[in-house]
């Protein structure tokens, strides 16, 4: 059989539950809900860690974070670490990255490694397919050319903005925040990415070359700042237009940046909850809608039957739910339970559901198994390649038990960030401390849920029956506690020797220093 052509596609940000497929009534998603409904859905799939670095460097090495020691913005990957896209590569594989999140596609941390082509779409200067343009030719290309000299005569100038306590002082202050978020694509361009890569997809058709195709697609519409259109503010938010107060909430939280990764200093505001809620599935829903486009024209490709096109999100979004927001800190559902949807017509059913939980680490081991390319080092072996695929747990034989692991280091410069304007609050929500969980069924077939807080057993939830987390059964089911928090041990002993056979991580260098200084005030690099 020939090698099949691969789509792979982060939806960053993107919790499970605002998704119709995962059983949300409210949900505005027809065209994810469609390609669900034709593919294999997890129904518990675990990222292994809670914000972007950690969790891509896992899906690149199949990794868990303490393994690939990629766990804070400083950090790269080592080379002695292999990596999807370069092996893709290796084996003849065509590949392109269209990306809209800074950390993947600015920094240069390793992930882009084996990227034959990669658009960035960030940065005050983003780099973007020369047809992009809407200009005929030659003023596309005039216009490509002198965007690519800004860039490098900007060089200077950001690193001076980088280095700049006033500089730095000035992205948090929340008159600021606006400007740099929108000016230097904090969120990238989503819709026009995705337009892009529609337009490259139609494109490559015509050629009908032999080559296999690799597609990586990470779109960050979901991140806060919200700025939905209003076609999907008044279908997720009806009351928004004729609400001063809800239109206050919005204007105060797309400015204020250092809230958007902190615990609450107090719960959030009957109407100031919903409003952020709402405006977050009105993202959502934008988001579905520009993909339908996409998934239309995968749907109209010639070799649609031997294409994997795998959809997950790289962690979620925490909206208030236990006194948090952002991504930063915890290991709750709505930051570790993401979207896994697999779809792969020549060999997996196209209408399945499996609620076995597995890990989103396990993308980089089905994709090398789809093709038959296995790393020969020590770590990760070549059979484990294959043994961890999720084709095996599609067909009924789960390699890993139905358990899936989490690990949270907590984000420094975040931490730092609340060190600065409210260290009260580090200590009550334990911010400095690394949280780690495993999700696990049990003989009911029940997902049940052990978090540890600094390698101690801290809550247990039965995720099918409490799958928000508010009923912690730690002390009424300690024989049970006591089982996963071994499993939990065990995991996290198993990473740390895996850890020691790899070269220590690089310190992380900044290509576009554009948004380095923005990235500092949210608290992303140092």
Request: proline fraction near 7%; charged fraction near 20%; glycine fraction near 6%.
């Amino acid at each position: 059989m020939s090698f099949p052509d691969i789509v792979f596609i982060v939806l960053d940000t993107q919790r499970a539950d605002r998704l119709g497929c995962f059983g949300n009534k409210r949900a505005i998603t027809p065209n994810l809900d469609r390609f669900a409904a034709g593919s294999v859905l997890f129904e518990q799939a675990v990222s292994p860690a809670q914000w972007t670095i950690p969790s891509h460097a896992s899906m690149f090495t199949g990794q868990y974070p303490t393994t690939h020691g990629v766990t804070q913005s400083s950090h790269s990957l080592s080379p002695d670490l292999p990596h999807l896209v370069e092996m893709l590569k290796e084996s003849g594989y065509q590949t392109t990255g269209f990306c809209n999140n800074p950390l993947v596609g600015i920094l240069n941390n390793g992930f882009k490694r084996g990227f034959k082509t990669f658009y960035n779409y960030g940065g005050a200067f983003p780099s973007l397919p020369q047809d992009s343009s809407s200009l005929p030719w030659p003023f596309n290309r005039i216009v490509s050319l002198y965007t690519q000299f800004l860039r490098r005569i900007s060089y200077p100038i950001q690193n001076f903005f980088g280095q700049s306590d006033l500089a730095f002082r000035l992205s948090l202050n929340a008159w600021f925040t606006p400007i740099w978020s929108k000016f230097a694509n904090f969120k990238g361009q989503n819709e026009r990415s995705v337009r892009d890569i529609s337009h490259y997809l139609r494109h490559r058709e015509k050629e009908k070359g032999d080559q296999p195709l690799f597609l990586f697609l990470n779109l960050m519409e979901t991140h806060l700042p919200f700025w939905p259109p209003a076609k999907y503010v008044d279908q997720a938010a009806p009351y928004y237009r004729d609400s001063k107060e809800a239109q206050s909430v919005i204007h105060n939280w797309n400015r204020e940046a250092f809230r958007w990764g902190a615990p609450l200093s107090e719960p959030l505001g009957e109407l100031e909850g919903q409003v952020l809620s709402d405006f977050y599935d009105a993202e959502v829903a934008y988001q579905d809608d520009y993909l339908g486009e996409l998934f239309d024209v995968l749907e109209q490709r010639a070799n649609k039957d031997n294409t994997l096109t795998i959809i997950v999100s790289d962690h979620g979004d925490g909206l208030g739910e236990h006194g948090y927001f952002g991504h930063a800190f915890v290991a709750y559902e709505e930051l570790v339970h993401v979207p896994l949807m697999v779809k792969w017509p020549r060999r997996l059913p196209q209408s399945a559901r499996v609620s076995t939980p597995v890990s989103t680490r396990r993308v980089f081991h089905t994709i090398l198994d789809a093709v038959g390319k296995a790393p020969e080092l020590p770590n990760p072996k070549s059979a484990e390649v294959s043994r961890l695929s999720l084709i095996h747990t599609i067909e009924g034989e789960d390699p890993e038990g139905g358990t899936a692991y989490s690990e949270v280091y907590p984000p420094l410069n975040f931490l730092r960030a609340i060190e600065n304007h409210w260290p009260e609050l580090i200590e009550p929500f334990r911010c400095n401390l690394m949280r780690r969980a495993v999700v696990r069924e049990d003989a009911r077939k029940d997902a049940c849920k052990l978090i540890q807080v600094d390698s101690q057993p801290d809550e247990l939830f039965n995720l099918t029956a409490d799958p928000a987390e508010a009923d912690n059964l730690i002390s009424l089911k300690q024989s049970e506690a006591t089982v996963l928090n071994q499993q939990v041990n065990m995991m996290a002993a198993k990473c740390a020797r895996q850890h020691d056979e790899l070269a220590a991580g690089e310190v992380v260098e900044v290509e576009d220093e554009q948004l380095l200084q923005q990235l500092r005030g949210l608290g992303y690099i140092d």
